[in-house]
Structure formats: structure tokens, C-alpha cells
């Protein structure tokens, strides 16, 4: 007699928290659940005696037209952001994209000798320059066209832009650094260009490649 008594003992030890209380449950494991949760396993955490499903009902009114809605999906159920508000979760990001070599080699001929065409680019480095190369350039809106050149068939050329400038904190071309700048930072090797031969003053006088700067740097 006393094992069939035993379940409606139990019952009677155990009184259900006011649904208000309920509710109040729900919503915290809502939020802190990072995937939606389903009736049986919000009854299973919550104390004995309480009914999940009547506090979900009660939640979704109060979450009614606020910034945070109780949703169902599936199964279960989800706090998620209110639909006609996501535009406020986007966020702007940065795409770091690097630059290949040959645009690398393309935009530093383009810095130190512009107006600069392409047969220019293309006789300086030694091999011809992809419009892909030429495109990102543009695209990242570190070079643009200059004026066309006074040459038969009036080729464009290029030029640096304000952008370019900005992000390597120059105030115009001219103050690029100079060879001898560059070779002691380690950026520049200390050969000759290809096909030439080496003189005794090439690898430290800079004097003879910056004659005549203005004129490359016109605008």
C-alpha cells in the first residue's frame, strides 16, 4: 500500500513555481542558449511541476513587438533579433587583400616615374604588364590616368592618387624615399637592372637618378 502512496507524496512535495516564474526560467535559457531548445528539454531543467509550453506562450506575448522576439523553428524555440531590425547587426568590414608582385613592382614604377604609360611600365620591368595588375591598382583607387602623352598615338598615363599618397603618410611624390633610402632598409637589392652593366658610382650615387624628378612627378 505505502509503494502505490508514494508517487502522490512526491507530488505533494514539490509545487510548481508561480508561471510567472515560469516564464522568467524560459526566457533565461533562451537567451544563454546559443542553439534553439526544445519543450522537453527546457521541462527537463526546469524544477518539477512545470510546464515549459504554457511559459513559452506567456514569453512571446511580452517579447510581442520588442527588439528581441521568441521565435519557433523547427521543434523549438529561439530568442533571435526582430527582422525589420537587422540592418542594425551589420557590419562594415575591411577585405585585407594583398598585393602580387607584379603589382607590387607596377605601382612603385608608376610612384617614381609618373606620368608613366604602359609601354613605359612594360620597358622598365622587363615583361609586360597583365590588365588585371593595372585593374586592381585602379580598383584600390592607388593609381588613376593622367594626361595622355604627347607621342604618336596619345598612349594614357598613370599617376598616383591622394589614396596612395594617405597611406604611406606622404604629402606628394616627391617625398618617396630615395634609393639609397631604400637599399639601407633592405627594400631594394643591390644589382643592376637587368641588361646593364654596373658603373663604378651606380650602387651609391643617387644623385644621377634623381636628376630630373620634377619632370616625372608632373601632374
Known sequence: ???????????????????????????????ASADPVTIAELNARMP?????????VHLQKRYEGRGVHVIKTGNAYAM???????FLMQKETVETR?????????????????????AEIEEIRGVSVSRGTVDQLLEMEWIRFGRRKMTPGRPVTFVVTQNFLGHFGLETARDLPGLKELRS?????????????????DMDDEDNTNEGQSELFED
Open 48 to 56: 518539477h511541476g512545470c510546464d515549459a509550453g504554457e511559459a513559452l
Open 185 to 201: 632598409a633592405g627594400m631594394l637589392e643591390n644589382r643592376p637592372p637587368p641588361g646593364t652593366v654596373p658603373g663604378p658610382g
Open 98 to 118: 594583398k598585393l602580387s608582385r607584379a603589382a607590387i613592382e607596377t605601382l612603385a614604377i608608376i610612384a617614381y616615374h609618373q606620368p608613366v604609360t604602359r
Open 80 to 86: 533571435r533579433t526582430a527582422g525589420d531590425l537587422s
Open 1 to 31: 500500500m505505502s509503494d502505490t502512496q508514494t508517487p502522490e507524496i512526491e507530488d505533494s512535495l514539490f509545487e510548481a513555481p508561480p508561471i510567472a516564474e515560469q516564464e522568467r526560467m524560459v526566457e533565461a535559457v533562451l537567451f
